[in-house]
């Protein structure tokens, strides 16, 4: 930024992980944001007087908490073990996000008034996408469908509590059309992102450590030398805390090699130095994508395609949650999906036919005994 510049009071400048200049306000009892024009221009200058326009209570000021209320319930609900489980702090994290945005709508109203249409329309309001002023995706069909199951939890609570006799949750049946989730990529895709980003290349690495660890963005980006023992790949995975132990195929070990010594503590920095965010890697991973001219390949796809892998050679399902570390069956059966059923359809059935045939010499071999015999 050239020192010329004078920004706004409450306004700072950086170069985001793609090159590009940002501007974002910031004001204790404000909410912040990202301007999607430059503070000093017109439109800007407008963002900038709506960001202070948007300042929140003081502390002392804010309004007390509403006995039976949303919020009130929500305040106890965060302390229960109904909500806490056994779920690792980066899922609850995800859970409070869910509950918040409906706190921030609803968290007034008292729960005894809770109706089942009003919910129902706020599940549909949520199932639309939209696109917020930094780009991000907001909301969608997904969305809903988490919503409405954290919703759902959190009036059983009520219930519990003797707030409410019912769940009005419970006659929502919003559900998302089924789809195959994340792509999964194909062998030829991955040859083509291969041919893209050569050995010793950032995207390369990237590729290759999301491919034969099998782990999610979260675990992915702190990955480094540190976690190398012994031969092996070691961890504890984020969202379930489970310890585990990979070896680390040729593949991988020649592109974490091609990389050339390094002081970082994770396989992958940013360009600033630093671990990347899950939601940035899987930005950065995407115009990665895009450039090998895969647009509709994801990080996580690889994840799918090392299950894929090992469905097509017919390893076992505890095998692959060995990798992957999925709890049930039937999380498997959803990232195996893509297996190559024409392969895993020729391989048994040429097996029957094998045994057809062996059966068939073994019955004419006894009859022939048998024939002998007499």
């Known amino acids: 930024m050239p020192r010329t510049e004078r920004l ?3 306004v700072a400048s950086f170069v985001d992980n793609r090159g590009k200049r940002r501007y974002r306000f910031r004001k204790a009892g404000c909410e912040g944001g990202y301007f999607q024009s430059h503070p000093n221009s017109a439109p800007g200058k407008a963002e900038y007087a709506a960001f202070l326009a948007n300042e929140r209570p003081k502390e002392g000021e804010r309004r007390a908490v509403i006995p039976g209320s949303i919020e009130d319930l929500l305040i106890r609900y965060y302390s229960s073990t109904d909500f806490r489980g056994r779920a690792a702090e980066v899922s609850l994290s995800k859970r409070r996000a869910v509950l918040e945005a409906f706190r921030a709508k609803h968290g007034r109203r008292l729960v005894r008034d809770a109706r089942y249409d009003k ?12 696109v ?3 780009g991000k995706k907001i909301g969608g069909p997904f969305a809903a469908e988490t919503a409405r199951k954290h919703l759902t939890k959190l009036f059983a609570y009520s219930v519990k509590l003797a707030w409410r006799n019912d769940n009005p949750m419970s006659f929502v049946d919003y559900r998302p059309a089924k789809t195959e989730g994340y792509h999964s990529w194909t062998e030829s895709e991955i040859t083509r992102f291969r041919a893209r980003w050569s050995l010793g290349t950032k995207p390369r690495l990237a590729l290759e450590l999301m491919l034969w660890t099998g782990k999610r963005r ?5 990955m480094g030398p540190q976690h190398i023992e012994a031969g092996q790949l070691v961890g504890r995975d984020q969202k379930t805390g489970k310890r585990w132990s990979l070896p680390i195929a040729a593949q991988l070990r020649e592109a974490i090699e091609a990389m050339g010594k390094s002081n970082h503590l994770c396989f992958l920095p940013s360009n600033r130095g630093r671990a990347y965010t899950a939601a940035s890697f899987g930005n950065q991973f995407k115009d990665w994508c895009r450039q090998a001219g895969l647009p509709h390949c994801t990080a996580h796809g690889l994840r799918k395609a090392i299950s894929r892998r090992m469905a097509e050679l017919e390893i076992s399902n505890q095998g692959i949650k060995s990798v992957t570390l999925h709890s049930r069956d039937e999380e498997v059966t959803r990232y195996t999906a893509g297996a190559d059923q024409k392969r895993l359809a020729q391989s048994a059935i040429n097996r029957v036919s094998e045994w057809e045939v062996s059966s068939a010499a073994e019955d004419a071999r006894q009859a022939k005994v048998g024939r002998r015999g007499k």
């Open 218 to 222: 979260g675990d992915a980006v702190g």
């Open 119 to 130: 919910l129902d329309k706020y599940i549909a309001e949520v199932a639309v996408q939209t």
């Open 132 to 134: 917020d002023e930094r």
């Open 8 to 10: 706004p009071r409450y």
